[in-house]
């Protein structure tokens, strides 16, 4: 089953803590998987090599994949945030098509809910959008609180970027640190990379993990 990861929201120093989850505690279940206060950093993309994570380690096991496909359910009101974090995670030109993506039917069960929050208290202050891996299907909450009209984010950049960073911890990769990898999987959603696609050191983390 997925592994929760919970990356906090402050500077970017901060630390994300992993932890198994009862079904009862929903912030022990949730990767807050993206910080939106950090500065932006430039950085040279270093791809010989799959990056290594801040914590814990890139898996199959711990992600929201079947076999080889993730079958979704949409309870969001970001389709367009959703539609861009598929198409940036399946460019078969670029090696990335080993994981396919398709919406649930009546004969199928959902890996993956896309559905929103709208929160701002303890580990969802400054938190834009976080995966949440459980028991049956996992989830993608979209935060109203930082990405609705009006709010600090809610813009269509800024959505599909968080959103294509937390179908990253659907397919089982982890954060990843800035201060050794400009990748889409670093917390802090202005250090990410702005076309929210995978950078080249996500594609050969990628190809790694899924072949």
């Not at 080889?68 to 009101?77: G, H, L, M, P, V």
């Not at 990769?173 to 802090?188: A, D, I, P, V």
């Not at 990379?193 to 990628?206: E, H, K, M």
Request: aromatic fraction near 10%; proline fraction near 6%; include cysteine.
């Amino acid at each position: 089953m997925s592994r929760p990861e919970h990356a906090r929201t402050t500077p970017h120093s901060g630390h994300m803590t992993p932890a198994r989850h009862p079904l009862a505690t929903l912030l022990a279940a949730t990767a807050l998987a993206v910080a939106l206060a950090n500065p932006a950093h430039a950085l040279p993309q270093r791809a010989a090599a799959p990056a290594r994570c801040t914590d814990g380690v890139d898996s199959r096991g711990d992600s929201s994949v079947d076999g080889r496909e993730i079958t979704w359910e949409d309870s969001t009101a970001y389709d367009d945030a959703r539609r861009h974090a598929v198409r940036a995670w399946t460019e078969r030109g670029r090696g990335l098509g080993r994981v396919t993506f398709r919406p649930d039917d009546p004969f199928s069960y959902a890996d993956l809910e896309w559905t929103d929050t709208d929160r701002t208290d303890g580990k969802w202050h400054n938190t834009g959008a976080a995966w949440s891996g459980r028991p049956g299907t996992d989830v993608v909450f979209m935060n109203d609180a930082y990405l609705a009209d009006g709010r600090r984010y809610g813009a269509t950049r800024w959505r599909r970027i968080v959103a294509a960073h937390e179908l990253g911890h659907a397919l089982g990769f982890c954060h990843k640190s800035l201060n050794w990898y400009f990748t889409l999987m670093e917390r802090g959603v202005t250090d990410l990379p702005a076309d929210g696609r995978p950078t080249r050191q996500d594609v050969t983390n990628y190809r790694s993990l899924w072949g």
